[in-house]
């Protein structure tokens, strides 16, 4: 699936209040930013922030952040919000890698949705469930983790499932087909999801903690 640029992007995010431009600046302040206490989850690489959106509306008691490299796909996300009320909402445009600058420990859920893949073995690294990424994780998680993963991606899960569960992560719920799991497992649907939903691709899913 391919994302047009959008002209203005830059603009669209300096003028949203849902969109924090100094991120850094709220390390160990997010609750401030919300003004609750309620715990915080954030999703990387959110896209057109269909999924965090649909989250935020549906749960009210907990905060989202929507963290996007692209601002293009950020800009989108804005758009997207338009006129709705999401006090429990934010988003971030900035690279994933760099989220110990912007986080202490003070997430409670972290969401992988269609993520990248980065199948050659020399990327493994860049994937957001390489054990970099989940020492990163660790350093921002509150008190227990969790880590919800959703892919069409075969060598991502396969790999997820591996690093996750040799870092002592225990599963949940892990799903080979998501849209068709028996368990009727609660979902909402991202962007991309829709898509392949509409190719009857399967979905994998894994639901994954680790508690102190
Ligand atoms: C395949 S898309 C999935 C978008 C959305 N999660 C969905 O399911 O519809 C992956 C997204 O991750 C973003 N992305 C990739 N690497 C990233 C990084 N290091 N930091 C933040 N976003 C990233 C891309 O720009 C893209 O929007």
């Given at each position: 699936m391919r994302y047009n640029k959008v002209s203005g992007a830059k603009e669209i995010l300096n003028n949203?209040?849902?969109?924090?431009?100094?991120?850094?600046?709220y390390k160990n302040k997010w609750h401030q930013v919300f003004g609750n206490q309620n715990p915080i989850c954030i999703e990387l690489g959110?896209?057109?922030?269909i999924f965090i959106m649909e989250m935020a509306r549906r749960n009210p008691n907990k905060n989202y952040i929507g963290i996007e490299l692209d601002s293009s796909q950020a800009a989108t996300a804005v758009k997207n919000i338009?006129?709705?009320?999401?006090?429990?909402l934010r988003i971030i445009c900035v690279d994933a890698s760099l989220i110990l600058d912007i986080f202490?420990?003070?997430?409670t859920t972290i969401y992988l949705t269609f993520?990248?893949?980065?199948?050659k073995k020399q990327d493994?690294?860049?994937?957001?469930?390489?054990l970099n990424y989940l020492k990163l994780y660790d350093r921002i998680f509150k008190k227990n983790k969790h880590i919800v993963l959703k892919t069409d991606n075969k060598i991502l899960f396969a790999s997820s499932l591996e690093n996750l569960s040799n870092y002592w992560y225990t599963f949940d719920c892990v799903s080979l087909d998501l849209h068709h799991d028996e368990r009727k497992i609660p979902n909402v649907l991202t962007d991309f999801e829709v898509q392949y939903q509409k190719e009857n691709r399967p979905i994998y899913y894994v639901d994954a903690k680790y508690k102190d």
């Open positions: 949203s209040s849902y969109v924090i431009k100094n991120p850094s600046a959110m896209g057109r922030g338009g006129t709705k009320h999401l006090p429990n202490g420990k003070e997430i993520s990248e893949p980065w199948p493994e690294k860049k994937r957001f469930t390489s």
